[in-house]
Structure formats: C-alpha cells, structure tokens
C-alpha cells in the first residue's frame, strides 16, 4: 500500500492523509466562535475543505499508520464536499468529528464500525440502516435536518443523542430507528426533533433517556414518540432535565448526565407535542413519566399493555389528551392527583397494579373520581383493583369506601325498579359498607316502636296470667328476635301486630348488617 497520497489530492487533503496515519487530530479552527461555528453562515475556504471520498477512501482502503502510531480519523472544522458514501464498508478505525460541515448526507447503511463519534457536526440526513459497531455511535450536538436512519441497527454499547436537533424526511419522520438494538444505554437528552422519533420494536440493553427531550410532531404525521413494543433493560426517562451544566459545556454528556434535578432546581421538562406511543413496552426496572404532553383532538399518550415493575406518573402540568393505561401491568403505581388529565380522558380498563405510592396527597374520594373519570361506561373490575391494592396496604375503611362507590356507580346502570331497590339499601345499610348506617335505623325503630307499644300494650297469650309488660325491652325483643328478654308472653293483635311484624323483618335486615361490620373490624384487629 502507498504511503503517499494518491495524485490529484489538495494540500489539505494530503495534510489530513499524514494526520491519519500519526492518529493525530486534524484541526482546522481558527480559534473565532463565529467563524468555527459549523451551523453559522461563515464560509470555510480550501484551506478546510476535504472530498467525502478522500474520507472513504481513508476509512475504506487507508494507509499502514505510522510505526508506533494507531490510525484514526479525527478531525475539526472541517468542510466535507460531495456524499459520502461507506454503505456496505468494513470501517476499523476509530473516527471522531468535531464542529465539522457535511454538504451531503452520509450513507452508512450495512457497514461494520468500532467507535464512531460526530460531535457539532451539521449533516443534511445520515442513511446508517443496519449499521453495525462494537462501540459507540455519538450524534451530540449534531443537527441533522433532513433526519436520520438506524433501522434495525446494532450498536455494541451506547448511542448518544444528546442536545443533537433533527428534522423530518419526507413522510414526517427525524429518527427512524425501528428494530435498532443497543447493547448498553440510548441517550438523547434534550433532544429536539421536529419529526417521529420512531423505535418500534427495539431492544435497549440499559437506559434510555429522553430527560429534557422537546419532540414536535410533523402536521403530516401527528406522532411524535413511536416506541411500540420497545424493550428496555432498566429504566425510561420521560422526564425533566437540570439546567445546570448543559449550557456551555462541551463534553459529550454535560454535568447533568444521569441525574434528577432537584424539586426547587430550575430544569427543561420532556415535552411532547403530538402523540405518543407505549403500547406493549416492557421495562425491566421503571418508566418515569413527568414531562408535558401537549395534545390535540383525538392525540393519546398510549401506555397500553406495558409491563413495569414500577410507573411514575407524575407530570406537573395534566396532559391535555388522553392516557391510556388499558390491560397494562405495573407493580408500584406513584402518582399524584393533579398528573392525571380530567373529562373523561383516562383509560383504565382492565389495568393492573399492585400498590400505590401516591407521592403527594391522594385521598380514597380523590381515586374514586380517578376511576370515575376514567371512562363513560361503568368498569367493576376498575374498583376491585383498586380495593385489592388498598387491602394490600392495609387501608380497609378506604377498600370499603371503594366498594361502596362501586355499589353506586352500577345503580345508575340498572333498570328503573332495581334503581330503586338499590336506592333503598343505599339508604338503609350503604350497600352493606355503612354498617353505622344501619345502627342508627336500628336505633330508630327501637325508639318508634317503644312510643307505639307504650301506648298500646298488647294482650297476654294466655288470660289467666300477667306478664310483666315493658314496651322498650318488648320492641327490643322484637328487633332482635334472636335474643329472648322474657317479653314473649304477648300477644299483639291489629294494628300493633303489623308493626311487630315489621320490627322482626327490619331488625333481620339491619343487625345483620350491623354484626357483618363488627366481625369486619375484629378480623382487621
């Protein structure tokens, strides 16, 4: 292999060929913010213009390094004419780009890599569908306005998004990464795209981050998070990003990789405008939700059928659409009351949780209007979910109150005769939840029926004997047929008879109720 440049190479570009061979950065800044700055409008003459294929063919075919040297790309403020195309290309050399300008898209599609890292650097689309690297794929601060592809791509560890701004190709798409598998973490925190960031079915090893994220869906295309039936080795971030060392910083990640913002620190919230989807995700560790979801018409955040051993939704500000939590599956539900979005724009049939963790109040009227706002059609099994995790929690009075809500929302449901007859139990004994309820009717009959029978002493059964007559121990007895007081030596007749006759039934109806609330409490004891 020649160790000289091939003929007809510029000086720059044979500059760059010696700086590959000695694995030396090749820096053509000029050390002016204005000038260096790769999407501002200064032009950069010869002296920093290379051809795309003096690259691939440097990446492709490249020189023996220098003895004692490792080859490498690694270049800044570079001008790169002409596409470059290393589709289908073996590239085993590391190569890192800073604050560089691409005049054509990049074709990367079916190549093999080690590292690849392009930092501030201004690319029209980068086409890398079924790129493989054993290393890192870095996008950071890059703006791609024509967006990019990385379907069914394999990256060895992490792909690195940060702070890079992406538009949309012609069917309303920045990122279309459908089937990518990364081996370790997916960061794109801050990012913004003005697109469908589109992962369907992929497969993150470790994290993936959108903290801070700003995705604009296309008019064309109302989704702006496509992640069905994303698989994800620890934990999503849909959350909030510190401010904090992310201005001016011009490392890879910023000072505010993987951490939380504090709760009074100022911070960039995930927003999504437009719709998005979660439907059969599974998340190994969580999926932590607090960002802000501007809806319109008919636009869903779709969490439908997820799998999670743990959900936080905890947004600040209620989405203006719908969620959907239809047939999903989580272990630690932690919310709060004001994150869930009102008039009916829940969806909550047939999802399953396993404890609450409300962050911040959340009280059992607050869940019953949780579930009742949920949907236009009554769900029992919506109530018994929730009445199970408050059992589990120990919150039997509440699981009750659930229940007894319950009872209620399915009157409205029935016809007109059974809505009476539950309007009456509902009165009465509360469905059987209001056992108190069902004391204090007993307490009334006790006391109507002795002013009656104290004025209206009835016959003894047998003439020629005289009972002691007591009218409160009489209905008392009564009411509780159970219990003898020793007052069954009368015999009423008329009027009295049927009123004794009701006592007996009410007080089956109502002790009842009373003695199932008391072994209630005693079991709970």
């Not at 973490?185 to 470790?206: K, N, P, Q, W, Y």
């Not at 959900?311 to 939590?325: A, D, E, M, N, Q």
């Not at 007591?470 to 007895?477: D, E, H, P, Q, S």
Request: glycine content about 10%; overall charge neutral.
């Amino acid at each position: 292999m020649a160790e000289n440049a091939p003929e007809g190479w510029t000086d720059t570009e044979r500059a760059l060929w010696e700086a590959f061979r000695e694995g030396e950065v090749f820096d053509r800044r000029c050390g002016q913010d204005d000038i260096d700055d790769p999407f501002g409008d200064a032009l950069w003459g010869p002296g920093r213009t290379v051809s795309a294929e003096v690259l691939a063919h440097l990446l492709l075919a490249g020189p023996r390094p220098t003895a004692g040297r490792v080859a490498s790309l690694r270049m800044s403020g570079v001008y790169v004419t002409g596409a470059l195309n290393l589709a289908g290309g073996h590239i085993d050399r590391y190569v890192e780009m800073r604050g560089c300008r691409f005049e054509h898209k990049i074709l990367i599609s079916e190549a093999s890599a080690t590292t690849l890292r392009m930092v501030d650097c201004l690319v029209p689309r980068l086409e890398a569908s079924r790129l493989s690297t054993t290393g890192d794929l870095h996008l950071a601060r890059c703006r791609i306005p024509d967006g990019i592809r990385l379907t069914d791509a394999k990256i060895g560890t992490d792909l690195l998004l940060n702070l890079a701004v992406i538009g949309g190709d012609r069917y309303g798409r920045a990122v279309s990464a459908d089937g990518i598998t990364v081996h370790q973490d997916f960061e794109a925190e801050r990012l913004e795209t003005r697109g469908e960031l589109s992962v369907r079915t992929a497969r993150i090893g470790g994290r993936f981050s959108l903290r801070g994220a700003q995705l604009h869906a296309d008019p064309q295309n109302r989704v702006c998070l496509n992640a069905v039936r994303l698989n994800v080795g620890h934990t999503l971030y849909l959350t909030s990003s510190a401010d904090g060392g992310w201005f001016g910083s011009r490392s890879y990640y910023g000072s505010g990789y993987g951490q939380s913002p504090p709760p009074d620190a100022p911070s960039t919230p995930f927003r999504a405008f437009g719709q998005v989807r979660l439907s059969d995700a599974r998340f190994e560790a969580a999926c932590l939700i607090s960002g802000e979801f501007h809806l319109e018409g008919d636009d869903e955040v779709s969490l439908r059928r997820i799998h999670t051993p743990e959900l936080r939704f905890t947004c600040k500000i209620r989405p203006t659409g719908t969620v959907s939590l239809s047939r999903a599956r989580v272990g630690n539900l932690v919310d709060t009351s004001e994150a869930w979005p009102l008039g009916k724009h829940l969806r909550l049939t047939g999802f399953v949780y396993e404890n609450l963790r409300p962050v911040g109040p959340f009280t059992v009227r607050q869940r019953i209007a949780w579930l009742e706002g949920s949907a236009v059609e009554f769900q029992p099994e919506s109530y018994e979910q929730l009445a199970a995790a408050l059992r589990r929690d120990g919150a039997d009075d509440d699981a009750r109150e659930v229940l007894y809500a319950k009872q209620r929302r399915r009157q409205e449901t029935l016809p007109l005769p059974a809505r009476i007859w539950g309007r009456v139990q509902d009165v009465t004994v509360g469905y059987g939840y209001r056992p108190g309820r069902a004391g204090l009717w007993l307490l009334l009959a006790w006391a109507l029926g002795s002013i009656w029978f104290a004025t209206h002493q009835p016959d003894p059964l047998k003439a020629d004997e005289k009972p002691n007559w007591n009218a409160v121990l009489y209905t008392l007895n009564q009411l509780l047929p159970i219990i003898d007081l020793n007052q069954g030596a009368w015999n009423p007749g008329g009027t009295s008879q049927w009123i004794s006759a009701g006592l007996v039934v009410v007080g089956w109806l109502l002790a009842s109720t009373v003695v199932a609330g008391a072994t209630r409490l005693l079991q709970r004891g």
